[in-house]
């Protein structure tokens, strides 16, 4: 695979090295030129998940791992269903929550531990990561117990559910978690920091686990193919998916699906009142304004990170800027979808809602709409309760992790700060 930062032209590097290195010079992503559609998509959809994954991820990655390789780490890595449900006539949830942390984020968490573990061959890596729930939890247990690798989680406190937090901050050993007293983009802006100091990447041998890394956005590419294998004829026709976007990861891992070849008709990137995106398709200016704290918490981000990539695929002409429609929408209207969703026997979140909300306003005749359904509704279980009025079941996930305690110390906002705890934890 061919992959070249989008800030320096210059560096060109293999899927490996991109996996390694997460983030290349200048803070660049890494990303791909152009694209081949796939070959004899009927047989490709036909497979079940893994085995489609496998044709996918050789397609795109190419003989950098030998089949027999590849086909492991996805077996290890995709050991879970995404089932897609109807919740009305013409819309469609695909849900993705079904992994060990409850959230899509375990699809591209599990398969760069893989990925990563593989290629630094036993030599000492530290994950340096930092989340707004979710990505945390994924790349805590994907990571959690193999030998060699560390894991630093930055996640903005008292900002994200109490059970999340949870299932990330309670494991030990070698993951290791700090409560930021900043919001999400002040961690990530460390991250960034803690990525240009070379005494950091070298010293601790730096990787990145946040959506910049290349391998997590290919294994999303398949459940969109997944999705699309469970619709019928009729759906298939002109499917429009409503992605709940934050650092718009997902949605990038969407349009290389369709790139591929397969065969969405349009996209609406739906965000809360973080709405950076959607101001600029609208209006073609990028303003982003300081992050306001939502019901959809795992979207509290005002700088996506991943967008970078969607504009170099709209410039490559990849993908069509056409396909792209931005929806912001606010917390009642949220709470609102939350309730509609209800009502038609279906239990949702606020991340899902707003992509749910995002269709009904969008869909037009003859259109199928598909919503994904990015985490389980208990994980957020405190507002879910609150707006629909019912207590919600602990999936076992989460009842087992309820009671313990958090192993996460607090820091200031400050990078300094954060860059000699990690020392101190890591270079003992
Ligand atoms: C991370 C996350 C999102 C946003 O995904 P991006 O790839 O960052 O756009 C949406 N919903 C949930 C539940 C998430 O955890």
């Not at 983030?23 to 009927?42: I, W, Y």
């Not at 969607?310 to 939350?338: F, S």
């Not at 919600?392 to 300094?416: H, I, M, R, T, W």
Request: net charge negative.
């Amino acid at each position: 695979m061919h992959l070249v930062n989008l800030k320096d032209s210059t560096q060109q590097v293999s899927f490996k090295e991109a996996v390694k290195t997460g983030l290349g010079r200048q803070q660049g992503l890494f990303f791909v030129e152009s694209l081949e559609p796939l070959a004899d998509l009927d047989s490709v959809l036909a497979l079940p998940l893994a085995e489609r994954s496998k044709v996918i991820l050789g397609h795109l990655i190419g003989d950098e791992f030998s089949p027999e390789q590849l086909g492991e780490l996805i077996d290890n890595a995709f050991t879970f269903p995404a089932p897609v449900t109807q919740v009305s006539e013409h819309i469609h949830t695909l849900e993705l929550f079904h992994g060990p942390t409850l959230a899509f984020k375990d699809f591209g968490g599990r398969f760069m531990a893989q990925c990563l573990t593989d290629i630094s061959q036993g030599a000492p890596v530290t994950i340096l990561t930092a989340t707004s729930g979710d990505t945390g939890a994924a790349v805590a247990h994907a990571f959690h117990g193999i030998d060699n690798i560390n894991v630093v989680i930055l996640f903005p406190k008292g900002k994200i559910s109490p059970l999340q937090e949870k299932l990330f901050t309670t494991l030990g050993g070698n993951i290791h978690t700090v409560a930021v007293d900043g919001d999400f983009d002040a961690c990530q802006a460390m991250v960034k920091d803690a990525f240009d100091d070379e005494q950091m990447r070298n010293e601790l041998h730096l990787n990145s686990a946040n959506s910049i890394n290349i391998s997590r956005l290919l294994a999303q590419v398949c459940y969109y193919f997944e999705a699309y294998s469970q619709l019928d004829e009729q759906a298939r026709k002109e499917l429009v998916i409503s992605v709940p976007s934050g650092n718009f990861g997902n949605l990038t891992a969407g349009l290389i699906a369709k790139a591929l070849g397969l065969p969405i008709k349009r996209f609406i990137a739906a965000t809360n009142l973080n709405d950076t995106v959607p101001r600029y398709l609208e209006e073609g200016e990028w303003s982003p304004k300081d992050t306001i704290a939502t019901l959809s918490n795992a979207m509290d981000v005002s700088r996506p990170n991943n967008w970078p990539r969607i504009e170099a695929m709209i410039e490559k002409g990849i993908i069509d800027k056409d396909i792209l429609t931005g929806m912001a929408i606010d917390e009642d209207c949220t709470q609102m979808a939350m309730k509609q969703l209800q009502a038609l026997g279906y239990t949702s979140e606020p991340h899902a809602a707003l992509a749910y909300r995002s269709l009904c306003k969008s869909l037009q005749d003859g259109e199928t709409g598909l919503f994904l359904g990015t985490a389980h509704p208990a994980k957020f279980r405190e507002s879910v309760e609150n707006i629909l009025g019912e207590p919600l079941a602990l999936p076992q996930a989460l009842a087992d992790v309820a009671g313990k305690n958090s192993f996460a110390v607090e820091k200031p906002a400050d990078y300094a700060i954060i860059k000699q705890h990690m020392f101190d934890l890591l270079k003992k």
